[in-house]
């Protein structure tokens, strides 16, 4: 019987998009009061234990931050192309140009940081997505 139940839960968190699951680590946290780093610290326990960890690493990945590491020789297609993907003023985004590495966007989905390295790389720069 429990069996079912644990299987029908993980089938739902299968099905649930990144953000949805997000959401519902934050529920759960706020629901009993324990954050990532209390599950963490507790180590594998049995049943239920071992998809928290999960769940708390599925949240940590959920936002991205991409960073300019390098300028490279084409550093005014580099100015162009950043002030296009971040819609800052052309002050601000050579100032990020000029003290690299610099963060260009935080908390960011996955599939914005991987289009905004490509823009970024196709002319020239460095980029790091963590």
Do not use: C, H, W, Y
Request: aromatic content about 2%; glycine content about 6%; overall charge negative.
């Amino acid at each position: 019987m429990a069996e079912t139940k644990i299987q029908q839960v993980i089938e739902t968190i299968e099905g649930l998009t990144v953000t949805e699951l997000a959401e519902l680590v934050k529920a759960l946290k706020d629901k009993f009061g324990v954050s990532a780093p209390a599950f963490m610290a507790a180590g594998p326990m049995p049943a239920a234990g071992g998809a928290a960890p999960a769940e708390a690493k599925a949240e940590e990945q959920s936002e991205f931050t991409v960073t300019l590491v390098s300028v490279g020789d084409k550093k005014i297609q580099v100015l162009k192309e950043l002030r296009a993907v971040t819609q800052l003023g052309l002050k601000e985004a050579k100032d990020i140009i000029d003290k690299t590495p610099s963060v260009v966007k935080e908390n960011i989905s996955k599939e914005d940081a991987a289009k905004i390295k490509a823009k970024l790389e196709e002319v020239g720069a460095k980029v790091e997505v963590k």
